[in-house]
C-alpha cells in the first residue's frame, strides 16, 4: 500500500464518505468540491456545550473552552480560573477506538482584572488501522496532537483580544518492511487572533446582553507526511458569531447565537473543471493537450501557494464564483437556557452546503453546575441517518477555580 493510498484511507475515517453523509441527496460527482486541508481534526468541536448549540461559540460567555472558540473572550471570564476536561468517542457507529480528548484552562492575571493565560492540550487517536497486509498484518497506531498557550487582555471595557500559539504534531508514520513504503510524523506551528465585543443595553427594563467575536485559527505552516515531497495546508479558520442574552424571569437567562465559519484555505483545482467541456475553467478555442496543461499549472500553482497568499485567495477561488464561495460558509445557530446559572438546556444546528461536505446536523445538550464542578454532556442528530458522524456524544467536566477557594476557605473556617 502507498503512501498516499494510506492518507486518503485515514482522511475517509476521519471525514467519512461523501455517500454515506449524502444518501438520497442528488448531488453530481463534478459539483462536490469541499475545501481540502490536512489535520483535519483540528477542526472538530471538542466540548459539549458548544457542539450542542450546533458548533457555536465565538461570542457567547466565555468558559473553560473558549480556547477552541474565541481565547479573547477569557479576559471577560468571572472567575479566577479554572480547568476542565472534554472526551468524545468518534465515529462510533462504526469503529469504538477512535477518540478526542482535549484538557482545557485559564488563569486571570493581576489585580485589575483585564487579562488572562489560557492553555489546551488536544489529543485525537485514530485507533488501530491496518497498513499492509501481504506479508500478515501490519498495524499502526496514529494520533494527531496539539499543545497551545494564549494570552488575552481587555483593551476597553467593552473589547479585548487574544493571541494563541499552537505546535502541532501529525503522527501518521510507519514503515512496511516489505514493499520499502515509508511514512513520516508531520509538525506545524500556528497562531489564532480573536477578539470579543459585549455590551449591556436595557431592553424595556431589563438588562440584556450583546455579544460579538471573531476567531482567525490555525494561520501556520504546511505539513508534509512524506519528507517534503508534498503539503498540506492547516485548515485555517474564520469564525464570526454573535450572541443575545435576555432575562426571562428572575435568575431565568435565554441566550441565542449565531456562528459563521469559513475555511480560509484555496480550493484545489479540478480536473473536470478544465478538460470537461462546459467546465468552470474549460477553454473551447483550446484543445485537450492546452486545457490540460492550463489544469497542470493550476494544480502547481495550489501545490506551491504559501498558506498566506492561500489565505487571500480563498475570498475568490471557487470555480462557480461568488455563488460557490458562499456554500463554503457554515452556519450555526444555536440557544441555551439557564437557571440560577445551575441547570442548562441547549439546543442548536449545524449547516454546510452538500457540495461542501454536508455534514449538518443538530445538536442537542445538557449541563448541571455545582460550586467547583460542573458536567456537560452533549448530543448530535445528523439529517442524514446513515452519516457516521450521527448519534455522536460528547462529555465535559470542569473545575473553576473560585469555587474551589471557598470551597477550602470554609472547611478552615
Known amino acids: 500500500m502507498t503512501t498516499s493510498r494510506t492518507l486518503c484511507a485515514l482522511t475517509a475515517v476521519l471525514c467519512f464518505s461523501y455517500a454515506a453523509a449524502q444518501s438520497g441527496n442528488d448531488i453530481k460527482d463534478n459539483e462536490f468540491n469541499p475545501v481540502q486541508t490536512g489535520v483535519t481534526t483540528l477542526s472538530i468541536t471538542p466540548d459539549a456545550r458548544g457542539s450542542a448549540m450546533g458548533n457555536l461559540g465565538a461570542a457567547t460567555d466565555a468558559d473553560i473552552n473558549a480556547q477552541f472558540w474565541n481565547p479573547s473572550k477569557y479576559a471577560f ?12 468517542p468518534w465515529l462510533r457507529k462504526i469503529v469504538n477506538d477512535i477518540f478526542l480528548a482535549d484538557l482545557s484552562g485559564y488563569m486571570k492575571l493581576g489585580s485589575a482584572d483585564n487579562q488572562a493565560i489560557s492553555a489546551s492540550l488536544r489529543y485525537f487517536s485514530l485507533g488501530e488501522v491496518i497498513v499492509d497486509q501481504s506479508v500478515g498484518a501490519n498495524t499502526i497506531n496514529p494520533y494527531e496532537f496539539a499543545l497551545d498557550f494564549g494570552y488575552s487582555r481587555k483593551l476597553s471595557e467593552k473589547f479585548s483580544m487574544g493571541v494563541v500559539l499552537r505546535y502541532i504534531l501529525s503522527d501518521l508514520s510507519y514503515e512496511d518492511s516489505y514493499s520499502g513504503d515509508t511514512n513520516t510524523a508531520g509538525s506545524a506551528f500556528a497562531v489564532d487572533l480573536s477578539g470579543y465585543y459585549t455590551t449591556f443595553p436595557l431592553i424595556g427594563r431589563s438588562e440584556c446582553q450583546w455579544s460579538w467575536g471573531f476567531n482567525i485559527s490555525n494561520i501556520g ?4 507526511y512524506d519528507h517534503g515531497t508534498n503539503y498540506y495546508y492547516l485548515p485555517t479558520n474564520l469564525r464570526l458569531g454573535t450572541n443575545f442574552t435576555f432575562p426571562l424571569a428572575d435568575y431565568n437567562l435565554l441566550s ?11 480550493t484545489k483545482p479540478r480536473e473536470s473543471d478544465y478538460l470537461n467541456s462546459g467546465g468552470a475553467y474549460y477553454d473551447p478555442d483550446k484543445d485537450e493537450a492546452q486545457n490540460a496543461a492550463a489544469y ?10 504559501s498558506p498566506i497568499t492561500g489565505i487571500f485567495k480563498s ?11 458562499l456554500k463554503e460558509i457554515n452556519v450555526s445557530i444555536g440557544g441555551e437556557y439557564s437557571y440560577n446559572d445551575q441547570f442548562f438546556v ?3 444546528y449545524n449547516y454546510e452546503n452538500a457540495m461542501k461536505g454536508g455534514r449538518s446536523y443538530f445538536g442537542f445538550g445538557a449541563g448541571f ?4 464542578v460542573r458536567l456537560d454532556a452533549s448530543y448530535m442528530l445528523a439529517t442524514a441517518q446513515s452519516s457516521p458522524l450521527d448519534q455522536t456524544m460528547r462529555f465535559t467536566l470542569s473545575f473553576d477555580m473560585d469555587g474551589i477557594r ?3 476557605g470554609k472547611r478552615r473556617r
Open 77 to 88: 471570564a468571572y472567575s479566577a480560573g479554572g480547568v476542565g476536561i472534554s472526551y468524545t
Open 256 to 266: 441565542i447565537g449565531l456562528d459563521l465559519n469559513k475555511l480560509l484555505v484555496p
Open 315 to 325: 475570498f475568490s477561488d471557487a470555480p462557480g464564483g461568488l455563488s460557490e464561495e
Open 296 to 305: 497542470e499549472d493550476a494544480l502547481q500553482k495550489w501545490e506551491t501557494m
Open 221 to 224: 505552516s504546511k505539513v508534509s
Open 369 to 372: 453546575s455545582l460550586n467547583v
Open 346 to 348: 441547549r439546543m442548536g
Open 406 to 408: 471557598d470551597l477550602l
